[in-house]
């Protein structure tokens, strides 16, 4: 929150300012510690704000977030202390979210907490799962390593969400196009022959009939279609963002054919590499799963994973609970296992994530060769329906000697 003060400097001059901070009592804090003797402190309020207004083009890229943990990594090496390698990477920050949180941070740190603790603060932006891994290195000491191993995991994270993305986009670009082309012959072609054939009072083919009734029709309710696809889509994601929607949701997406599975895949690459990072890390299982299920972003499995929680804290072990549910495979469940005997559960969980990556990537390209001709097949069928609609109706015409 950005703080509007009035103060006397250490020259006995009188100067205002604004100064960023977590609560008036931190701006109050910072101020002293900088020197300042306050006369006025309160909040500022804008009498207009663009990053409220347009919150979109001020949110935090994870690519962003993946920078200042390698940044902040790289100074703190340096033999840099944490409050004034965070006011370096502020002052070059030109994300304004990014920024006034690194303000708000800084003004904690030297209000006597820790940047574990700071940073937990904002959730949206530093899961907890992050924050237990920082408190963990400010703990070892080893603060510098635990930044560099996070960095790492996010930019593996965003790798794989961008190779998915990219294999969905040609197919949604067919098939935008493919909406486009229809469209124009409903609207503007049909149109145009069936006034022509109406002049000409002549007997159409049935196939032409279909086509131009259903182009009629669709035309004549084309607004109470559009409105009914908006309040589907509404109200379909209103239930979605119900805690029982979005399970239903989570748990129908699994079931799809295809589809389904890499969605699986692609959540258990993501909870064996989670898991690994915060085992090798050095916290124990019971804190484990919680953070892992906090961060999942599927709630049919999270609440899988709850109940191995709750049976491994009866003494069960990890495998054998994950063994009973029909979420985690019997490959992923026989590693577990191997590396709870040996010992090694890091690194067998490390192997699953990169078997699973594997995997869901080729599944990913078999999805993507398997819609694209069946989208190229449903267009070609739609437009030469169209096509064998207007031929029919000229021979037709010809027939009747026209």
Same mark, same amino acid.
């Given at each position: 929150?950005?703080?509007?003060?009035?103060?006397?400097?250490?020259?006995?001059?009188?100067?205002?300012?604004?100064?960023?901070?977590?609560?008036?009592?931190?701006?109050?804090?910072?101020?002293?510690?900088?020197?300042?003797?306050?006369?006025?402190?309160?909040?500022?309020?804008?009498?207009?704000?663009?990053?409220?207004?347009?919150?979109?083009?001020?949110?935090?890229?994870?690519?962003?977030?993946?920078?200042?943990?390698?940044?902040?990594?790289?100074?703190?090496?340096?033999?840099?202390?944490?409050?004034?390698?965070?006011?370096?990477?502020?002052?070059?920050?030109?994300?304004?979210?990014?920024?006034?949180?690194?303000?708000?941070?800084?003004?904690?740190?030297?209000?006597?907490?820790?940047?574990?603790?700071?940073?937990?603060?904002?959730?949206?932006?530093?899961?907890?799962?992050?924050?237990?891994?920082?408190?963990?290195?400010?703990?070892?000491?080893?603060?510098?390593?635990?930044?560099?191993?996070?960095?790492?995991?996010?930019?593996?994270?965003?790798?794989?969400?961008?190779?998915?993305?990219?294999?969905?986009?040609?197919?949604?670009?067919?098939?935008?196009?493919?909406?486009?082309?229809?469209?124009?012959?409903?609207?503007?072609?049909?149109?145009?022959?069936?006034?022509?054939?109406?002049?000409?009072?002549?007997?159409?083919?049935?196939?032409?009939?279909?086509?131009?009734?259903?182009?009629?029709?669709?035309?004549?309710?084309?607004?109470?279609?559009?409105?009914?696809?908006?309040?589907?889509?509404?109200?379909?994601?209103?239930?979605?963002?119900?805690?029982?929607?979005?399970?239903?949701?989570?748990?129908?997406?699994?079931?799809?054919?295809?589809?389904?599975?890499?969605?699986?895949?692609?959540?258990?690459?993501?909870?064996?590499?989670?898991?690994?990072?915060?085992?090798?890390?050095?916290?124990?299982?019971?804190?484990?799963?919680?953070?892992?299920?906090?961060?999942?972003?599927?709630?049919? @499995?999270?609440?899988?994973?709850?109940?191995?929680?709750?049976? @491994?804290?009866?003494?069960?072990?990890?495998?054998?609970?994950?063994?009973?549910?029909?979420?985690?495979?019997? @490959?992923?469940?026989?590693?577990?296992?191997?590396?709870?005997? +040996?010992?090694?559960?890091? +690194?067998?969980?490390?192997?699953?994530?990169?078997?699973?990556?594997?995997?869901?990537?080729?599944?990913?390209?078999?999805?993507?060769?398997?819609?694209?001709?069946?989208?190229?097949?449903?267009?070609?069928?739609?437009?030469?329906?169209?096509?064998?609609?207007?031929?029919?109706? @000229?021979?037709?015409?010809?027939?009747?000697?026209?």
């Amino acid at each position: 929150m950005v703080y509007v003060y009035i103060a006397y400097s250490e020259k006995e001059e009188l100067v205002k300012g604004k100064l960023a901070a977590a609560s008036e009592v931190a701006a109050a804090e910072a101020l002293n510690y900088a020197g300042y003797q306050v006369v006025s402190l309160k909040p500022f309020v804008p009498f207009f704000s663009i990053d409220k207004l347009f919150p979109s083009l001020y949110r935090v890229k994870t690519s962003e977030i993946i920078l200042f943990f390698r940044e902040l990594a790289l100074l703190l090496e340096s033999g840099i202390d944490v409050v004034t390698s965070l006011d370096l990477l502020q002052s070059q920050m030109s994300n304004r979210t990014l920024k006034r949180i690194c303000a708000d941070v800084i003004s904690e740190l030297r209000s006597g907490n820790q940047l574990s603790s700071a940073l937990d603060k904002f959730p949206a932006i530093f899961p907890s799962m992050y924050c237990r891994l920082l408190a963990i290195g400010e703990q070892s000491g080893n603060l510098e390593a635990i930044l560099r191993q996070m960095a790492d995991y996010m930019e593996k994270e965003v790798v794989t969400a961008k190779q998915v993305k990219g294999a969905l986009t040609y197919p949604l670009i067919t098939f935008g196009v493919a909406i486009v082309v229809v469209g124009i012959l409903v609207t503007f072609v049909l149109p145009t022959f069936s006034k022509l054939y109406v002049s000409l009072g002549v007997q159409l083919p049935l196939i032409t009939r279909i086509v131009i009734g259903v182009a009629e029709k669709t035309r004549a309710f084309a607004l109470h279609i559009i409105l009914g696809t908006f309040v589907t889509a509404a109200v379909g994601y209103a239930y979605v963002r119900t805690a029982g929607g979005r399970y239903n949701w989570d748990r129908l997406l699994l079931r799809i054919p295809i589809i389904g599975r890499v969605v699986h895949l692609n959540e258990l690459t993501r909870y064996c590499r989670s898991m690994s990072l915060l085992v090798h890390a050095g916290l124990p299982l019971t804190e484990i799963l919680p953070l892992v299920v906090k961060g999942s972003g599927n709630k049919a @499995m999270a609440k899988a994973l709850l109940d191995v929680q709750q049976d @491994m804290v009866m003494g069960e072990g990890l495998s054998r609970p994950m063994s009973k549910s029909g979420f985690f495979p019997p @490959m992923m469940v026989r590693m577990v296992k191997v590396g709870e005997e +040996t010992g090694n559960l890091d +690194t067998t969980l490390l192997t699953v994530a990169k078997t699973y990556e594997t995997d869901t990537e080729d599944r990913v390209r078999s999805l993507i060769a398997l819609i694209q001709p069946a989208l190229t097949l449903v267009t070609g069928v739609v437009v030469g329906l169209i096509a064998l609609s207007l031929s029919a109706a @000229m021979y037709s015409i010809y027939g009747q000697g026209f």
